[in-house]
């Protein structure tokens, strides 16, 4: 599968104290879906947000809402997350020993189900997963916090990930999440990713979170 592409701010480099205002903004520059990170200060480092960020998310914009829960147990937040309003909840695949019967929950909430991997594991661990899963996402950072610097590493991954799914489930996305700006989007892309998680080059580009889209689509082909 090719394009096309999406682009998915991420609200964790958000102004929270104009939340709405900015992730309307987002979505009137052409932003596909909004990310939302979660991050519970166990699996990762950094505490940031819950299901009610998530509502309120849901109450400033009609676009998916691609929720990314970097929490041990995740499936004790399944349906929290889901009643509040997320389109994708996409988990980890180092958090749930029951990977396959997790996504089968995420479907039966009503919400498309993501599987996500550090910088340091390897795709193979999500191979008997692909057919449940609507989305891969390949962590190009280690996750935690906004603002780091890309690892070109775990391109071969966005590769080997899209051919996995061409093969048994062509419809999925392969999106990718760290570092991602106009340098490094291009590569990204030809190794295969459709979806791009951008925090810090949307929310604190210099020129503002309209320009800061612009760029990233400028920076794609066609
Ligand atoms: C990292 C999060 C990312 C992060 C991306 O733990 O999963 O979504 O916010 O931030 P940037 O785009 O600034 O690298
Ligand atoms: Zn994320």
């Not at 052409?30 to 947000?49: E, K, R, S």
């Not at 906004?146 to 093969?167: E, N």
């Amino acid at each position: 599968m090719s394009g096309p592409y999406l682009i998915a701010p991420s609200i964790l480099s958000a102004d929270f104290t104009r939340l709405g205002e900015q992730i309307a903004e987002a979505e009137a520059a052409g932003a596909d879906w909004i990310h939302v990170d979660v991050i519970d200060g166990h699996f990762a480092p950094n505490l940031t947000m819950g299901p009610f960020i998530v509502a309120a998310c849901r109450r400033a914009t009609t676009l998916p809402l691609d929720v990314h829960l970097m929490v041990e147990s995740p499936e004790r937040l399944l349906e929290a997350f889901a009643e509040a309003g997320a389109t994708h909840l996409t988990v980890h695949v180092e958090t749930c020993p029951h990977l396959y019967r997790t996504l089968q929950t995420i479907r039966q909430l009503g919400c498309k189900a993501g599987v996500t991997l550090n910088p340091g594991t390897p795709v193979s661990l999500l191979e008997p997963v692909l057919p449940l899963a609507d989305l891969a996402l390949v962590m190009s950072v280690n996750p935690g916090f906004s603002g780091q610097q890309f690892i070109p590493d775990v391109l071969p991954k966005v590769t080997a990930l899209r051919q996995m799914f061409d093969r048994v489930n062509p419809k999925a996305i392969v999106e990718i999440d760290g570092g991602i700006n106009t340098e490094t989007l291009p590569g990204a892309l030809e190794a295969g990713a459709q979806a791009f998680v951008v925090a810090s080059a949307v929310f604190n580009y210099p020129q503002g979170i309209a320009a800061g889209i612009r760029a990233l689509r400028a920076a794609m082909p066609g």
